[in-house]
């Protein structure tokens, strides 16, 4: 048995489903009465407006090459011009794919992890009592052998990047 109801306005509105075997369903109305207006339009609706398997699919191989998120729902619409699909979800999905590539690791976790995995060289020191980094130091194996070829030379980098890619 599946009940359902809206979320949100606390609308009257409820539909019991009971399943009838195979594919059939018997669909009872509750309570037929709305405390709201009835949209004109299903644009923003969690259901119709949910992502399909095809569509994350989109979301996450145009994410990985950097493409926005407004080029990201253009393409959608592009390839679905009935998609009601909006930037909210996509955003939700890109969130969910990333907390899924850490599979329960931290942040910093993640981050070492991908150092390695990159054979980048790195250090990090942390405060013994609180566990907490003090600094961490990273660099592109090329870069290394950059500043060893030049050890006479002084290098000074700007290394201020964009800091929230997960």
């Known amino acids: ?25 018997k669909l009872e109305v509750i309570c037929g ?8 339009t299903l644009i923003g609706h ?17 994410s990985l090459c950097g ?6 729902l253009a393409t959608l619409k ?5 998609n009601l699909v909006t930037m909210k979800t996509i955003y939700n999905v890109k969130a969910y794919l990333r907390l899924r590539d850490l ?10 992890k991908m150092l390695a995995e990159k054979h980048y060289v790195h250090y990090c020191r942390s405060d013994p009592n609180t566990d907490e980094f003090t600094y961490i130091f990273w660099a592109h194996p090329d870069s ?10 002084v290098v000074v980098v700007d290394c201020t990047y964009k800091t929230n890619r997960y």
Not at 33 to 40: A, L, V
Not at 57 to 62: A, Q, R, S, T
Not at 144 to 153: D, K, Q, Y
């Open 103 to 112: 599979k329960g690791r931290s942040i910093v976790q993640q981050l070492m």
């Open 78 to 82: 592009q390839q679905d011009p009935t």
């Open 33 to 40: 009465e709305h405390n709201h207006i009835i949209p004109n």
């Open 67 to 72: 493409v926005k998120l407004k080029q990201i």
């Open 46 to 62: 969690s259901f119709a407006g949910r992502i399909k398997g095809y569509e994350k699919k989109i979301v996450k191989d145009l």
């Open 144 to 153: 290394i052998l950059l500043v060893r070829c030049f050890s006479s030379v």
């Open 1 to 25: 048995m599946r009940d359902t109801a809206t979320k949100k306005c606390e609308c009257l509105f409820k539909l019991k489903g009971v399943p009838l075997g195979g594919d059939k369903w």
